[in-house]
């Protein structure tokens, strides 16, 4: 009598065609959302023009895209000073969860810094070119080591004693600071903003590409900017201290059993966000050619925004997030006015969120993986 052995048949996964639409929608979807705007607009410039000035009286129509390229020029700079804020954000998200609501301002303390220090060492707009970078180079460095030590002060007294408390009571605490520092700009400088030296002439035309004057606030921008985030990058990906980061980033317990001081790893990361906000701060006191002491919040909304649009936790998700996030408000203050900039903002977030809830570029936190 010969026996049969019947391999039991394992079920198979429902087919969900619904759940493919939805995967490939979202990829289109993510697509189109980003694209809607600058599509629309260059459109409209070449199908019905815009204003380009008046002769004898009589506007001046053209019909290119000029007028979109200095939107995303100017988008770009401003995505530029977002992104080195956003970093800092996404840093100390990713290695202890917690949203940082006074990275902003230490961002605006990085301004009142630098421009404390261009009195101090005297810097104006008539200065020769190397005098002016030099001290501009020694500013830079000053406000960097400023923000950075302000930065880990704030970790140390505020963050460190409620590491184990409930994740409300920090949050809580950083939004306390976050009015503290709002206090001391406002006795810094006073409340209302302030004009200060534009010591590089920020709107000077250094060279036009297809009709678009590019200025020395657009370059300066971007070779601060660049240098700072390969430097970065490159100190996280390959110093030891950098590993360390990234492993109390993955696992804070494991790491300490593998010999890392974590509260310095993670001190040191307080460190590198606040020096990128000082950073920053010397930025937009140059290109804005103005300080305020309410600038961190309008900086901190949208540098978080960046962060969480690109993916919280990744430093190129910032830098990108950054970057779409300048072209997006260039684009709304530009076409629909500035009273629309923060909804068109959040839209796009939101739209974001809901086709890519993990962020563009996925995020990298310990519930990420």
Do not use: C
């Not at 087919?15 to 697509?31: E, F, H, M, S, T």
């Not at 002439?201 to 590409?209: E, L, R």
């Not at 100190?235 to 990234?246: D, E, S, V």
Request: positive net charge; aromatic residues 10%.
């Amino acid at each position: 009598m010969e026996t049969t052995t019947v391999s039991p048949t394992l079920p198979t996964a429902p087919v969900r065609p619904l759940a493919a639409v939805r995967r490939y929608a979202g990829q289109w979807g993510l697509i189109a959302a980003l694209a809607a705007l600058p599509v629309y607009y260059g459109i409209h410039d070449l199908v019905y023009g815009y204003q380009a000035g008046y002769v004898a009286g009589q506007a001046v129509i053209h019909h290119d895209l000029s007028n979109l390229g200095y939107n995303f020029a100017q988008g770009l700079s401003n995505g530029a000073i977002w992104a080195l804020i956003a970093i800092g954000y996404t840093l100390v998200y990713g290695i202890i969860e917690l949203i940082n609501f006074a990275h902003g301002d230490v961002f605006m303390i990085g301004s009142f810094t630098a421009v404390g220090l261009w009195g101090v060492f005297g810097l104006s707009p008539g200065m020769g070119a190397a005098a002016l970078t030099g001290g501009l180079l020694l500013t830079l460095i000053i406000t960097m080591i400023v923000t950075g030590s302000l930065n880990v002060l704030i970790e140390r007294v505020a963050y460190r004693p409620l590491r184990n408390a409930p994740k409300l009571a920090a949050l809580i605490t950083a939004v306390g600071f976050s009015f503290i520092l709002q206090n001391v700009g406002l006795l810094w400088r006073g409340g209302s903003p302030q004009s200060v030296p534009d010591l590089i002439g920020v709107q000077q035309t250094v060279f036009t590409i297809a009709g678009v004057a590019i200025q020395r606030g657009y370059i300066l921008v971007f070779v601060v900017m660049i240098p700072l985030v390969f430097a970065l990058s490159w100190f996280i990906n390959t110093t030891r201290a950098g590993r360390a980061m990234r492993a109390t980033a993955q696992d804070p317990e494991a790491a300490r059993l593998m010999g890392i001081n974590v509260n310095a790893t993670i001190s040191l990361t307080f460190l590198l966000g606040g020096m990128l906000a000082g950073a920053a701060g010397l930025v937009y006191a140059l290109y804005e050619t103005n300080v305020w002491y309410f600038q961190g919040f309008k900086a901190g909304l949208f540098a978080f925004t960046a962060a969480v649009m690109g993916g919280i936790g990744n430093v190129r998700g910032a830098v990108l997030g950054g970057l779409i996030i300048g072209v997006i408000q260039a684009l709304a203050d530009s076409r629909m006015g500035p009273q629309w900039t923060e909804a068109v903002v959040f839209g796009y977030l939101i739209v974001i969120m809901v086709l890519r809830p993990r962020g563009l570029l996925g995020e990298e936190t310990r519930e990420a993986g």
